[in-house]
Structure formats: C-alpha cells, structure tokens
C-alpha cells in the first residue's frame, strides 16, 4: 500500500522537476510563473462538479459522466500531492516517504484499501468535493490531514479504491508528459482525438492492455496521436 502512495509521490515529483524546473517547490516555475497548487485544486474541483448534472434548470436527466469524475479525482490527486511536497520542503523535509507515511496515517486511507469500488450518491460526492475546496480555498494555514482525509473518502465514493487510483494516476501522468513533449505549454496540443479527448484515449489503451507498461502506454500514445494528421 505504502509503495503505491510512494511510488505516486515519486512520479509527480519527477513531472514537476521535468516541467516546471528543479525549484518548483519555491512556488514557481523555471519560466518565472507562480505556481498556485491550491487554486489548482479548487478548479479541478470545480470541473469535477461539472461531471454531474446539478444543475436545476437544464438537463435534470442526465446521467453523472462517472469515468470523467474519476479522471478529475486523478488531476485533483496530482495538485495534492504536489502541495504537500511543497508544503514539507518548506519545512526543509525533503522526504517523500514521510509524506507517503502521512497520507496513509489519514484516518479515511483504509477506505480506499477495500478490493470493492461503490459510487457514491450524487449530493454526498459534491458535498465532499465542496470540502477539498474549502480547504484549498481556506486563508489559514494548510492542514494536509484534513487534506488527506477528504481526499480518501472521495476516493472511496468515486467508484475507485486505490489499485485502480493508482492505474488511473500512472496513466495521466504518462499523458501529462506526452502532452508537454508535444506542445501543451505553447499551445499547439491536440486535445480531441477524433471525437475523442487524450483522457479518454488513454483510458481505452488501458481497458485494451491492463498489464501494459508505462512504456509502452506513452509509445501507444505517440501511435494514436501520429494518426491525426
């Protein structure tokens, strides 16, 4: 369990190195950016609303988009733990593994350990999507267990557990990196494969191959998009 939590924390500190230069963690990029990792928590959290139809007045119907929620519970997950990474290196502790120990110190972690993957109702998801917003949004100072702790039972009301987070996160990360090798930053990235946006292409490529590698996943990748043009 520690190794996945771990092995995760390693994968998005080595994109952050990649992209955003060996000083992200002093809050910006080699660019000159500020890096906000809150602000993008509490976005992505707002996308993750958009996967339901809460909405009153129009399409009242519909069914919740699930597969895209879970891909925005990933994106959330990478802001996370990319915060904490910053908030300990703050501190001067550069120790990965005492993050993973911490996150799964979190009192909701044992929620995700369960082979089983239920969905949530859907008041009760946006009600907890709504408070990794309010502790992104919070002035005060940041409680990464509170963090943690809202953040695993979302998880544990997503339809997700943390086998499939895991499988979900290593291929976003994979398609974060494709993404930037190809233009994402200047703009020229191709977002919509053929009716198809890359997040959803991915999936597939992973539904097709559960045992693929990381590897191959990103080589695959460069397949599918070569075929656009």
């Not at 994968?11 to 000159?32: D, I």
């Not at 919070?138 to 499988?167: P, T």
Request: negative net charge.
């Amino acid at each position: 369990m520690k190794n996945k939590i771990l092995l995760m924390l390693e994968l998005q500190n080595e994109l952050n190195n990649a992209t955003n230069g060996l000083e992200w963690t002093k809050g910006v990029t080699k660019n000159g950016k500020t890096i906000n990792w809150r602000r993008c928590i509490y976005m992505e959290c707002a996308e993750m609303v958009d996967s339901f139809a809460w909405k009153h007045w129009k399409a009242i119907a519909q069914e919740p988009d699930w597969k895209n929620h879970q891909i925005e519970v990933v994106d959330v997950w990478h802001f996370i733990m990319s915060l904490a990474i910053e908030e300990y290196a703050k501190k001067g502790k550069n120790s990965l593994e005492e993050i993973a120990n911490a996150a799964i110190a979190s009192k909701n972690f044992s929620k995700i350990t369960a082979s089983e993957c239920l969905f949530g109702e859907m008041e009760d998801v946006l009600c907890k999507v709504e408070d990794l917003m309010r502790s992104a949004l919070a002035k005060s100072d940041l409680d990464l267990d509170v963090l943690f702790d809202d953040f695993f039972d979302l998880v544990a009301i997503s339809g997700l557990n943390l086998d499939s987070l895991y499988k979900l996160y290593v291929g976003k990360n994979i398609l974060n990196q494709f993404r930037q090798d190809n233009g994402y930053k200047e703009g020229t990235y191709i977002k919509v494969w053929d009716g198809k946006e890359d997040n959803v292409v991915m999936q597939l490529i992973w539904e097709e191959n559960s045992n693929i590698t990381p590897e191959l996943l990103y080589s695959e990748l460069e397949k599918a998009y070569a075929a656009l043009s």
